[in-house]
């Protein structure tokens, strides 16, 4: 890389990372002015309220950088109108919660915006040397691959830093895939962009918290990472959809361990819980802090395994992200995120218990 491009890069992570940084002090007391607090109960880790609202200021650097940093076209006009609705959206639910149904409806416009105006499209898929062309399908396919990163990352966002913390490490990777591929387009900038306002906010978010993104926070980072997905998989940037994918792995299997977790149950899979990965590593007795750091080096592990596949070597990618998965895996089977095995304990130790316990007569 030379020395004008590391330049840019670095000006595309600091000033809206600066940004971010100092306006998030404004946007706690508005915060706290409209009642945009999180209330702790049960199901909650923090003890106290907190001000949400945070994802405006993680928006406010993206505009900023997008401002100095982008450039005007038909995607980028897309992109700008999807987020908005997302954030709004995410907003009123910071300030009144909103039903799920209702946040649905605007997740749903914003991944039509960016899929039929701005004509971002998933056309087709290329992994394990399987080649699938989506044709009409592609449509619908797109629009509920943008409603799931949506949810994935609406979902981990659980402990302070969290959700923070894996989209920063997920637009890193991107960015530095496109800067040693000379692909210097939009999903480049947007990466970069995003670098330095989730870094702008974690410095208030990572525990011990004064803020929390909300939901204004968590669908718009989980929306700009499918579209900057999309993006980069259709300027061949990336040379299979799975490098986004697997750098989410922690997310995603948390939201498919939650729905078959709940399945199982027979509960709504909108039932909330504590049960995620992170409340997993909690009850091992680890520190809020401790947690969130395990899961950002296991996030980073996908990550370095990213980009060997796609930078080095894609035989020694495979073995390194089949390794990952597998711990992924023995994971699941060791602790409760999927199976409740407390509870299955508790009732055959009741069980037994009837059945030896002497009959009453009479």
């Known amino acids: ?3 004008g491009l590391i330049l840019q890069i670095f000006s595309m992570i600091a000033i809206p990372c600066l940004f971010v940084a100092m306006t998030i002090p404004f946007i706690r007391k508005v915060a ?3 009642g945009a607090l999180d209330i702790p109960n049960a199901r909650k880790v923090h003890t106290h309220p907190i001000p949400r609202l945070g994802g405006l200021g993680i928006y406010g650097g993206f505009l900023l ?13 897309s992109i700008l109108i999807g987020s908005f609705v997302i954030v709004l959206v995410g907003v009123m639910d910071d300030i009144k919660p909103l039903k799920a149904s209702h946040k649905f409806v605007g997740q749903l416009i914003a991944a039509l915006i960016v899929v039929f105006y701005g004509g971002i499209l998933l056309k087709n898929i290329d992994a394990f040397h399987i080649y699938i062309d989506f044709g009409y399908f592609a449509y619908p396919i797109t629009i509920f691959f943008i409603l799931g990163c949506i949810n994935c990352i609406n979902l981990i966002d659980g402990l ?5 913390g894996i989209s920063t490490i997920f637009f890193l990777t991107i960015g530095i895939i496109a800067a040693c591929k000379g692909e210097y387009g939009l999903a480049f900038v947007l990466s970069f962009i ?4 989730c870094l702008g906010f974690l410095f208030h978010n990572f525990y011990p918290a004064s803020i929390f993104m909300g939901d204004s926070g968590s669908m718009f980072l ?3 990472i499918a579209v900057i997905t999309l993006l980069g998989f259709k300027n061949v940037m990336m040379t299979s959809i799975i490098v986004p994918l697997l750098l989410l792995t922690i997310p995603i299997s948390d939201t498919l361990f939650a729905i078959i977790r709940r399945k199982l149950k027979g509960e709504s899979i909108s039932t909330p819980d504590k049960m995620h990965i992170h409340h997993q590593l909690l009850r091992r007795h680890l520190s809020q802090r401790a947690t969130v750091l395990i899961i950002y080096l296991a996030t980073a592990l996908f990550a370095g395994a990213s980009l060997v596949y796609v930078l080095k070597d894609a035989k020694l990618g495979y073995i390194l992200y089949g390794i990952l998965l597998f711990c992924v895996l023995i994971f699941a089977l060791k602790t409760d995120v999927v199976f409740d095995h407390n509870h299955n304990d508790i009732s055959e130790k009741e069980e037994k218990k009837k059945k030896s316990s002497p009959k009453k007569k009479g």
């Open 1 to 3: 890389m030379n020395q």
């Open 32 to 34: 706290e002015h409209v």
């Open 65 to 77: 950088g997008y401002m100095l940093f982008g450039s005007a076209t038909a995607q980028m006009n």
């Open 160 to 164: 302070d830093g969290l959700a923070g």
């Open 194 to 197: 995003l670098v330095g306002s």
């Open 222 to 224: 989980g929306f700009i």
